[in-house]
C-alpha cells in the first residue's frame, strides 16, 4: 500500500489531507505532538469525517496510524517510507519542524538511495512553500538536496472547524466539516507521480490560485468575522446570512476579483462564480465556525502581504480603487488598541488609501449602523471612482 505521511493531525491535516489521500488508496500515517491523537490513531486506526450541510453523512477514514512528533527516529523513519509527505501545522510551526523534517530526509537517502519526494505544504500563509524550504536548507550540506524534495504549494479552499468535541461526533478523533474536496497545487513544483485523483489539481503558474485564496476566500471570511464581531453575532454562518454583512463583503470580494483579473488575465465571471460559491458555504449553519475563530490571530492577518493589505495593494497595482478593502481594514485596525497603520500594515501617511482608511476609522468611531455604513461607502466609491475617471 502506498504510503502517505501527514504532519500534523490537527482540522485540516486530519480533517481534508490525510482524509483525502486515505480515500485515495494511501495508508496515512500522522505525526503529531498531542500523546492523546496518537494514542487514538493507533488504538482505532481508523475516524469519522462527519460532512455537514442540508444533509448530515459520515464517512469512515481507515488505513491511518500515527508516530508521536516528539520520537525523532518514528518521525524519520516515516518520512523514509513515505511515498508522498504533506504539513498542516500553522505557519509559527513550520521553522520550528525543519531540523527534523531534514533528519528525516538525509535517513531517507541513507537507507533508500536518491528516492524523491513530494511535500505538500497545506498553511495559511504566503509563500509558505519557500519559507519551508528555507528552514530546512539551513540545515542540509548537500547543495544539490533540494533537486530530491519538491516543496508542493497548495491552495486549502475546504473548512474545517477545529478538531473537537461536537454534537454529531461519534469518537473522540471524528471531525466536521463542509462537502468541498478539491486540491489545487503547484504543478511547476511536483517531482514524483501522484496527481492522477479527480480532487488533485495541478495548476501554473500557481501564484494565481495562492492570491485568490488569499485575497477572495481568506480575506472574505476574515471580514465577514469582522462585521459579524461588530454585529454581536457568535456564528460565521449567522453573520454571513446577514444582508447588510452580505453587501460589504461581496463588495470586497468584487474589488480583489477585479484586481486578479487583471493580474492573471483570467475570466472575472469565472471569479464571480467562486465568489458566490464562497458566499453561499459561509451560511453552513452545521458547520459552527465562529466569528472568534475566523478574527483570531489580527495582527499576523493585517501585515502588508496578508489578506486585506496584500489585496488592497494588487488592487492597487491593477488600477482597481479599493474602498471597500480599505473599509475592511479600518474595521480591523478599529479592534487594534494601538495606532499600527504604518508599522504593522506598512501603509504610509502619503499614500492615498492612508486618508481613506483615516477617514474610514473616525466614520467607525461614531458606532453606526451597518446600513448607515453601506450608505457611507456607495457615497465613498462615487467620490473616489468619480475623481480618477
Known amino acids: 500500500m502506498k504510503q502517505f505521511v501527514m504532519y500534523g493531525a490537527g482540522s485540516i491535516g486530519r480533517g481534508f489531507i490525510g482524509a483525502l489521500f486515505s480515500k485515495l488508496g494511501y495508508e496515512v500515517t500522522f505525526i503529531d505532538v498531542n500523546e492523546e491523537v496518537v494514542r487514538l490513531l493507533n488504538t482505532y486506526h481508523q475516524y469519522d469525517q462527519v460532512i455537514v450541510g442540508e444533509q448530515t453523512q459520515t464517512i469512515t477514514i481507515q488505513h491511518v496510524k500515527a508516530v508521536d512528533g516528539k520520537d525523532e527516529q518514528a518521525v524519520c523513519e516515516a518520512i523514509a517510507s513515505a511515498d508522498l509527505m504533506a504539513t498542516a501545522l500553522g505557519a509559527n510551526i513550520l521553522p520550528k519542524v525543519a531540523p527534523l523534517v531534514a533528519k528525516g530526509l538525509k535517513y531517507r537517502w541513507e537507507t533508500r538511495g536518491n528516492v524523491p519526494l513530494d511535500i505538500l505544504i497545506c ?52 471531525v466536521r466539516q463542509e462537502a468541498y474536496e478539491f486540491l489545487p497545487v503547484n504543478k511547476a513544483a511536483i517531482k514524483t507521480k501522484w496527481t492522477d485523483a479527480s480532487q488533485i489539481i495541478p495548476y501554473a503558474p500557481f501564484q494565481y490560485f495562492v492570491e485568490r485564496k488569499l485575497f477572495v476566500h481568506n480575506m472574505a471570511h476574515f471580514t465577514t468575522a469582522l462585521l459579524g464581531m461588530y454585529e454581536g453575532f457568535t456564528y460565521i454562518s449567522e453573520a454571513a446570512s446577514d444582508i447588510s454583512i452580505q453587501w460589504i463583503v461581496k463588495n470586497c470580494m468584487a474589488e480583489s476579483a477585479m484586481a486578479l483579473a487583471g493580474a492573471y488575465g483570467v475570466s472575472y465571471a469565472k471569479l464571480q462564480d467562486h465568489m458566490n460559491d464562497l458566499l453561499y458555504r459561509f451560511q453552513n449553519v452545521a458547520l459552527k465556525d465562529t466569528v472568534a475563530r475566523v478574527a483570531r490571530d489580527l495582527m499576523r492577518k493585517i501585515k502588508p502581504k496578508d489578506r486585506l493589505v496584500g489585496a ?72 473616489i471612482i468619480g475623481s480618477v475617471i
Open 312 to 383: 488592497m495593494r494588487l488592487c492597487l497595482e491593477n488600477e482597481i480603487q479599493p474602498v471597500y478593502l480599505c473599509f475592511a481594514i479600518s474595521l480591523a485596525l478599529s479592534y487594534v488598541d494601538q495606532d499600527v497603520l504604518e508599522e504593522v500594515c506598512e501603509i504610509h501617511q502619503d499614500e492615498k488609501v492612508y486618508e481613506w482608511i483615516q477617514g474610514d476609522l473616525a466614520w467607525l468611531k461614531k458606532k453606526p449602523s451597518l446600513t448607515q455604513t453601506i450608505t457611507y461607502l456607495e457615497k465613498q466609491e462615487h467620490e
Open 123 to 174: 498553511e495559511n500563509l504566503n509563500d509558505a512553500d519557500r519559507i519551508f524550504h528555507d528552514a530546512v536548507a539551513q540545515y542540509m550540506e548537500d547543495p544539490k538536496w533540494d533537486t530530491l524534495v519538491g516543496f508542493v504549494e497548495t491552495s486549502i479552499g475546504k473548512m474545517v472547524p477545529p478538531a473537537n468535541n461536537f454534537e454529531e461526533a461519534t469518537s473522540p478523533l471524528a
